[in-house]
């Protein structure tokens, strides 16, 4: 069976294994290494829990732990709360206001949390234009920004948009049906909400929550930038940082932040076991939609202006400081100019090539590793290539500080040759394969979704009138899938353009840092903001114009082949 | 302050009356102008092809709809401006709309659950309703392991449970294979003929209202073509459409002459000449069922009261029961059904063949 497998596609099968090579050994090495070294001892290297001991018994330790647990939870909550008015204004009335709210979810999304914690800060922080207003009109100063409160602030603002759809995705996914019987039985209003529609929406809700937790528990950027040392993510990347790629405590770290992410992916993948309520009927899913009274009408627009202002102050901080000159202790900056975009591109243009490279290249790696994988596991029946969709799928659970620690500690003992016996860990080409790896998954999604799309019978056709297989991939399947493929280059591109924890462990020199990287360094000193900022916007730009595109690429591809949409 | 829909004398069930009930959604007219009595305790059918109105006339009686004009009546009582959930209809949708995350017992105790019944007064009643469709070892399986026939007899259960006064069906066989469907209609007509309780049910399918219904309206495009029991709307349809959505017709255009003072029906080719009664001077269609013509593949005269055709048979279909000839005559194909026995040779294709029909089998029409 093996063998005939084999002889039917002895080139695939050949591709198989090398990318099953590449994953082994850039994916799963790492990982195990930082698992294995969280259990050893620094100086025996025997097997001991002594790492964890130590650990738990470091008061700062703890307290990073359930402060991170913390903050997680506490966005989950904040960004439930600016989801749910949101999305039953749109799920149950007819409302006008719909397009503004979907763009509302998408506005955060090219914003990653860490490009606007510094801007958040000068508009939210104690001395920050929003106190400076109150202190004078009010005499109250309120702590959106201390410590932790600034870190939930801004990741439930950007995360935000994830519960909204998944919340109004669920929602929709209800059959009118389940509430039309129970109308006939005498349920309505909110009873009929407690009853039937939040244990329908349930599963879908709590799906999105335990990918948000996850994202939230992970992140570095965001607590480095607004000074928030004690949560655990921003204590393994000091750890390393300055004590070095010896020290325990990152690893054991790293042991813990994947044991959390599998346990909210395993959380969220029970929720929807067995509960696929949506059903498609006769008369569409959804539930009915009644036009609002005055009064609801005033209240809906209220809280989503009130919203929208805050969706929109990263942004216009962000542009405040990108445009200002001197910035402090003032509700405004003293004057506007455009030198801090011009010290960013002349100064310091690798920042902006590097990206561009970088992400190319890994867009690159992850369409082609997701086309292949992809038409290994739909088209072919070779052993093992349900693991290789699993293990490539798999670098979703991975945060990236510890693709970061893995790479460093795997690879740094090999040196370079033709760099000048460089380690290979710190080669700036290993940021590119981290980068990759941590977005093929999304890759590998939207490549599956475009070949499923790409019915059999076109490539056995092709085959019929004597196209080889490799022929066959090359003029009917590829160009069928473009659409699909060049979206997910495009999300590759724009999420590895502004990716920060992984690039934070592996850039050992500013020359090779790429767009994030270069917003972090300049944000450490106040006279950095202004230029970090400019930086900021530039990667705003960069993601919402790669949104755009691919958007554009897929409904137009998909209308010209009369497909149905894809994603 | 009862706003609901309340019980009649005998304590249960009412009829319903709809008058002058015309909807549109948006330009689209979907109801013009309907009037129906529907009898308490009667099993009543609206029949009819897709996009004729029945459904949304149903889920109007429910509540989930409103018309333009018209008022709708249960028992004494006019419910036009009453929600859905204040109206004690009960309704079993197409679908069936089990609760997914509840099982068997809670979707059936749902409705009691609306109304504050004591808890062990709904134990009772679930447990009797359960019984009534033969379900009770499967109170506490989840929707989801239940077989299509399994999950609709829940869906009755869970609104006969509550005692309507009125029991609606939307196209409830419509989503089961055929031999379940003739086994649950019959159980449907038995359960409710237990209950005494007024049923309306939906169906596009003319053999399953035939089958259970007490009386049936005929519903095409938005307008009730005809009310009456399954045989007064088969042997005097009201017009063409009645005639043959009922069943297999033939139909034969001409026009009325009068000859020697009598009233002919003289077929558009003259192949077909029919007299026929005065009442029926203005006929411009006759009727007649396949199975009321006889086939012979020798000549056969013309007997008094009998209508001979001459033909020949153009094809010829094998349906178990019946042997269906198709047999030109004159520029008319006409459908014959001759009951099929087991070692008789039918009609070979080609041949020469006299039918003859009865004239009293003929419907005069006048459209």
Same mark, same amino acid.
């Given at each position: 069976? +093996?063998?005939?497998?084999?002889?039917?596609?002895?080139?695939?099968?050949?591709?198989?294994?090398?990318?099953?090579?590449?994953?082994?050994?850039?994916?799963?090495?790492?990982?195990?290494?930082?698992?294995?070294?969280?259990?050893?001892?620094?100086?025996?290297?025997?097997?001991?829990?002594?790492?964890?001991?130590?650990?738990?018994?470091?008061?700062?330790?703890?307290?990073?732990?359930?402060?991170?647990?913390?903050?997680?939870?506490?966005?989950?909550?904040?960004?439930?709360?600016?989801?749910?008015?949101?999305?039953?204004?749109?799920?149950?009335?007819?409302?006008?206001?719909?397009?503004?709210?979907?763009?509302?979810?998408?506005?955060?999304?090219?914003?990653?949390?860490?490009?606007?914690?510094?801007?958040?800060?000068?508009?939210?922080?104690?001395?920050?234009?929003?106190?400076?207003?109150?202190?004078?009109?009010?005499?109250?100063?309120?702590?959106?920004?201390?410590?932790?409160?600034?870190?939930?602030?801004?990741?439930?603002?950007?995360?935000?948009?994830?519960?909204?759809?998944?919340?109004?995705?669920?929602?929709?996914?209800?059959?009118?049906?389940?509430?039309?019987?129970?109308?006939?039985?005498?349920?309505?209003?909110?009873?009929?909400?407690?009853?039937?529609?939040?244990?329908?929406?349930?599963?879908?809700?709590?799906?999105?929550?335990?990918?948000?937790?996850?994202?939230?528990?992970?992140?570095?950027?965001?607590?480095?930038?607004?000074?928030?040392?004690?949560?655990?993510?921003?204590?393994?990347?000091?750890?390393?940082?300055?004590?070095?790629?010896?020290?325990?405590?990152?690893?054991?770290?790293?042991?813990?932040?994947?044991?959390?992410?599998?346990?909210?992916?395993?959380?969220?993948?029970?929720?929807?076991?067995?509960?696929?309520?949506?059903?498609?009927?006769?008369?569409?899913?959804?539930?009915?939609?009644?036009?609002?009274?005055?009064?609801?009408?005033?209240?809906?627009?209220?809280?989503?202006?009130?919203?929208?202002?805050?969706?929109?102050?990263?942004?216009?901080?962000?542009? +405040?400081?990108?445009?200002?000159?001197?910035?402090?202790?003032?509700?405004?900056?003293?004057?506007?100019?455009?030198?801090?975009?011009?010290?960013?591109?002349?100064?310091?243009?690798?920042?902006?090539?590097?990206?561009?490279?970088?992400?190319?290249?890994?867009?690159?790696?992850?369409?082609?590793?997701?086309?292949?994988?992809?038409?290994?596991? +739909?088209?072919?029946?070779?052993?093992?290539?349900?693991?290789?969709?699993?293990?490539?799928?798999?670098?979703?659970?991975?945060?990236?500080?510890?693709?970061?620690?893995?790479?460093?500690?795997?690879?740094?003992?090999?040196?370079?040759?033709?760099?000048?016996?460089?380690?290979?860990?710190?080669?700036?080409?290993?940021?590119?394969?981290?980068?990759?790896?941590?977005?093929?998954?999304?890759?590998?999604?939207?490549?599956?979704?475009?070949?499923?799309?790409?019915?059999?019978?076109?490539?056995?056709?092709?085959?019929?009138?004597?196209?080889?297989?490799?022929?066959?991939?090359?003029?009917?399947?590829?160009?069928?899938?473009?659409?699909?493929?060049?979206?997910?280059?495009?999300?590759?591109?724009?999420?590895?353009?502004?990716?920060?924890?992984?690039?934070?462990?592996?850039?050992?020199?500013?020359?090779?840092?790429?767009?994030?990287?270069?917003?972090?360094?300049?944000?450490?000193?106040?006279?950095?903001?202004?230029?970090?900022?400019? +930086?900021?916007?530039?990667?705003?730009?960069?993601?919402?114009?790669?949104?755009?595109?691919?958007?554009?690429?897929?409904?137009?591809?998909?209308?010209?082949?009369?497909?149905?949409?894809?994603? | 302050?009862?706003?609901?829909?309340?019980?009649?004398?005998?304590?249960?069930?009412?009829?319903?009356?709809?008058?002058?009930?015309?909807?549109?959604?948006?330009?689209?007219?979907?109801?013009?102008?309907?009037?129906?009595?529907?009898?308490?305790?009667?099993?009543?059918?609206?029949?009819?092809?897709?996009?004729?109105?029945?459904?949304?006339?149903?889920?109007?009686?429910?509540?989930?709809?409103?018309?333009?004009?018209?008022?709708?009546?249960?028992?004494?009582?006019?419910?036009?401006?009453?929600?859905?959930?204040?109206?004690?209809?009960?309704?079993?949708?197409?679908?069936?709309?089990?609760?997914?995350?509840?099982?068997?017992?809670?979707?059936?105790?749902?409705?009691?659950?609306?109304?504050?019944?004591?808890?062990?007064?709904?134990?009772?009643?679930?447990?009797?309703?359960?019984?009534?469709?033969?379900?009770?070892?499967?109170?506490?399986?989840?929707?989801?392991?239940?077989?299509?026939?399994?999950?609709?007899?829940?869906?009755?259960?869970?609104?006969?449970?509550?005692?309507?006064?009125?029991?609606?069906?939307?196209?409830?066989?419509?989503?089961?294979?055929?031999?379940?469907?003739?086994?649950?209609?019959?159980?449907?007509?038995?359960?409710?003929?237990?209950?005494?309780?007024?049923?309306?049910?939906?169906?596009?399918?003319?053999?399953?209202?035939?089958?259970?219904?007490?009386?049936?309206?005929?519903?095409?495009?938005?307008?009730?073509?005809?009310?009456?029991?399954?045989?007064?709307?088969?042997?005097?349809?009201?017009?063409?459409?009645?005639?043959?959505?009922?069943?297999?017709?033939?139909?034969?255009?001409?026009?009325?002459?009068?000859?020697?003072?009598?009233?002919?029906?003289?077929?558009?080719?003259?192949?077909?000449?029919?007299?026929?009664?005065?009442?029926?001077?203005?006929?411009?269609?006759?009727?007649?069922?396949?199975?009321?013509?006889?086939?012979?593949?020798?000549?056969?005269?013309?007997?008094?009261?009998?209508?001979?055709?001459?033909?020949?048979?153009?094809?010829?279909?094998?349906?178990?029961?019946?042997?269906?000839?198709?047999?030109?005559?004159?520029?008319?194909?006409?459908?014959?059904?001759?009951?099929?026995?087991?070692?008789?040779?039918?009609?070979?294709?080609?041949?020469?063949?006299?039918?003859?029909?009865?004239?009293?089998?003929?419907?005069?029409?006048?459209?």
């Amino acid at each position: 069976m +093996l063998k005939s497998e084999f002889t039917k596609h002895p080139a695939l099968s050949i591709v198989m294994l090398l990318i099953a090579l590449f994953l082994v050994l850039f994916l799963i090495v790492p990982v195990i290494l930082v698992v294995f070294v969280a259990f050893q001892d620094v100086s025996t290297g025997q097997f001991t829990l002594i790492n964890f001991k130590d650990f738990f018994n470091t008061a700062l330790f703890r307290e990073s732990f359930w402060n991170s647990l913390y903050v997680g939870l506490m966005t989950v909550l904040v960004a439930s709360a600016f989801s749910m008015p949101l999305a039953y204004f749109t799920s149950r009335f007819e409302f006008r206001g719909a397009v503004i709210v979907q763009s509302l979810g998408i506005i955060p999304l090219i914003m990653p949390p860490f490009v606007g914690a510094v801007a958040m800060m000068m508009l939210f922080g104690r001395n920050g234009s929003v106190n400076l207003l109150l202190e004078d009109w009010f005499g109250i100063n309120i702590p959106f920004m201390e410590g932790l409160n600034g870190v939930i602030f801004v990741e439930s603002l950007h995360y935000f948009p994830f519960i909204l759809i998944n919340l109004s995705a669920a929602l929709n996914n209800i059959d009118k049906s389940m509430e039309e019987s129970a109308q006939n039985l005498g349920c309505s209003g909110f009873r009929l909400f407690r009853r039937i529609v939040l244990p329908l929406a349930m599963p879908g809700f709590m799906a999105g929550v335990s990918l948000v937790f996850l994202k939230v528990f992970d992140d570095l950027g965001t607590p480095l930038l607004l000074n928030v040392n004690n949560m655990l993510a921003p204590q393994a990347y000091l750890r390393i940082s300055t004590i070095g790629i010896k020290d325990p405590m990152g690893y054991v770290i790293s042991v813990f932040l994947v044991v959390i992410a599998l346990a909210s992916l395993w959380l969220a993948m029970l929720a929807l076991k067995g509960k696929d309520y949506a059903t498609v009927q006769k008369g569409g899913g959804g539930l009915a939609k009644r036009r609002m009274r005055p009064v609801e009408k005033a209240m809906a627009w209220f809280i989503i202006l009130l919203i929208m202002i805050l969706v929109l102050a990263p942004h216009f901080g962000l542009t +405040l400081l990108s445009f200002g000159t001197i910035w402090s202790y003032s509700v405004l900056p003293d004057a506007f100019t455009l030198n801090n975009f011009m010290a960013v591109f002349s100064e310091t243009p690798e920042y902006m090539t590097n990206t561009v490279l970088y992400s190319f290249l890994a867009g690159l790696i992850d369409v082609l590793l997701g086309t292949a994988i992809a038409y290994i596991v +739909l088209r072919t029946r070779l052993a093992g290539r349900k693991m290789l969709d699993y293990i490539a799928m798999s670098a979703v659970a991975i945060p990236g500080l510890v693709i970061g620690i893995g790479y460093l500690r795997t690879f740094f003992s090999y040196r370079v040759p033709w760099l000048a016996d460089q380690p290979l860990a710190t080669w700036w080409f290993m940021i590119v394969i981290a980068l990759s790896i941590r977005r093929l998954p999304y890759a590998l999604r939207a490549c599956s979704a475009a070949l499923q799309q790409v019915s059999v019978s076109l490539e056995e056709s092709a085959e019929n009138l004597g196209a080889h297989k490799f022929t066959t991939i090359r003029k009917i399947v590829v160009p069928l899938m473009a659409g699909g493929i060049l979206a997910g280059f495009v999300t590759s591109f724009a999420t590895a353009a502004v990716e920060l924890s992984t690039t934070l462990m592996l850039v050992s020199k500013n020359a090779d840092g790429p767009l994030s990287y270069g917003i972090y360094v300049y944000m450490q000193s106040a006279a950095g903001r202004g230029p970090g900022a400019s +930086l900021g916007i530039a990667a705003v730009v960069v993601v919402g114009v790669c949104t755009l595109i691919s958007h554009i690429f897929i409904d137009r591809r998909q209308k010209k082949l009369g497909m149905r949409q894809v994603g | 302050m009862n706003n609901n829909v309340s019980t009649d004398t005998n304590g249960r069930n009412a009829g319903v009356t709809l008058k002058g009930i015309s909807l549109s959604f948006g330009r689209t007219r979907v109801l013009k102008g309907i009037d129906l009595k529907i009898n308490s305790g009667e099993f009543f059918a609206f029949l009819g092809p897709s996009g004729c109105g029945k459904t949304t006339l149903i889920r109007l009686i429910a509540g989930f709809e409103s018309a333009q004009a018209g008022e709708v009546h249960i028992g004494k009582q006019e419910v036009s401006h009453l929600p859905p959930w204040s109206r004690n209809v009960g309704m079993v949708f197409q679908n069936y709309a089990l609760w997914p995350h509840m099982t068997v017992r809670r979707n059936v105790a749902f409705g009691l659950e609306e109304k504050r019944v004591p808890r062990n007064e709904i134990n009772e009643r679930v447990n009797a309703a359960l019984e009534l469709v033969g379900l009770s070892d499967l109170a506490d399986r989840r929707p989801s392991q239940l077989s299509g026939g399994q999950q609709q007899r829940v869906a009755l259960a869970r609104t006969i449970v509550i005692e309507p006064q009125v029991l609606l069906l939307d196209e409830p066989l419509s989503n089961l294979d055929a031999k379940l469907r003739i086994q649950m209609r019959r159980e449907l007509r038995q359960l409710q003929r237990k209950l005494s309780l007024t049923t309306i049910f939906v169906t596009h399918d003319q053999e399953e209202a035939n089958s259970t219904a007490d009386r049936i309206a005929v519903m095409n495009d938005g307008i009730v073509q005809q009310v009456g029991s399954p045989m007064d709307l088969y042997d005097r349809p009201a017009n063409l459409f009645v005639a043959g959505f009922l069943g297999v017709a033939n139909v034969v255009e001409g026009t009325v002459t009068l000859q020697e003072g009598k009233a002919l029906f003289r077929s558009t080719d003259s192949a077909v000449a029919v007299p026929i009664g005065e009442s029926s001077a203005g006929a411009s269609h006759i009727v007649f069922r396949p199975q009321n013509m006889t086939i012979h593949s020798s000549d056969v005269e013309a007997l008094p009261g009998m209508l001979r055709l001459v033909g020949r048979v153009n094809h010829r279909e094998f349906l178990g029961s019946v042997v269906r000839y198709r047999v030109a005559v004159g520029e008319h194909f006409l459908l014959v059904d001759a009951s099929y026995q087991r070692g008789v040779e039918p009609i070979a294709e080609g041949t020469p063949v006299t039918l003859s029909l009865k004239k009293e089998q003929i419907i005069a029409l006048e459209q």
